[in-house]
Nanobody
Framework: QVQLVESGGGLVPAGGSLRLSCAAS????????MGWFRQAPGKEREFVAVISGSGGDTYDASSVKGRFTISRDNARNTVYLQMNSLKPEDTAVYYC???????????????????WGQGTQVTVSS
């Protein structure tokens, strides 16, 4: 069983930055791509970013491109989401998830992921 624990959420003014972390249990962390999703109040959960198992390939949603950066440290079994130039519309619960394979390509749907964290709240004030 894989456990994913997110941290780093909070309240930040518009234009500010936050870095989310997701710590994973297990010995095969580098064998799997990892993704971040978010769910705003009253909306469906949506894809944010994904990174391949090696960290060499990433893909971001158009809504966050140029502002958010996904990265990972396989020695620490941790994936990060650096969020800059935050906007009120970025307010959501952010979830990390483990993909069903190594590659990052096309993993923008929830069905591509098999383990999920409990989420961390990010609130951006205007």
């Amino acid at each position: 069983q894989v456990q994913l624990v997110e941290s780093g959420g909070g309240l930040v003014p518009a234009g500010g930055s936050l870095r989310l972390s997701c710590a994973a249990s297990g010995r095969t962390f580098s064998s799997y791509a990892m993704g971040w999703f978010r769910q705003a109040p009253g909306k469906e959960r949506e894809f944010v970013a994904v990174i391949s198992g090696s960290g060499g390939d990433t893909y971001d949603a158009s809504s966050v491109k140029g502002r958010f950066t996904i990265s990972r440290d396989n020695a620490r079994n941790t994936v990060y989401l650096q969020m800059n130039s935050l906007k009120p519309e970025d307010t959501a619960v952010y979830y990390c998830a483990r993909a069903r394979g190594f590659a990052a390509v096309a993993r923008t749907y929830e069905a591509e992921y098999d383990y999920w964290g409990q989420g961390t709240q990010v609130t951006v004030s205007s």
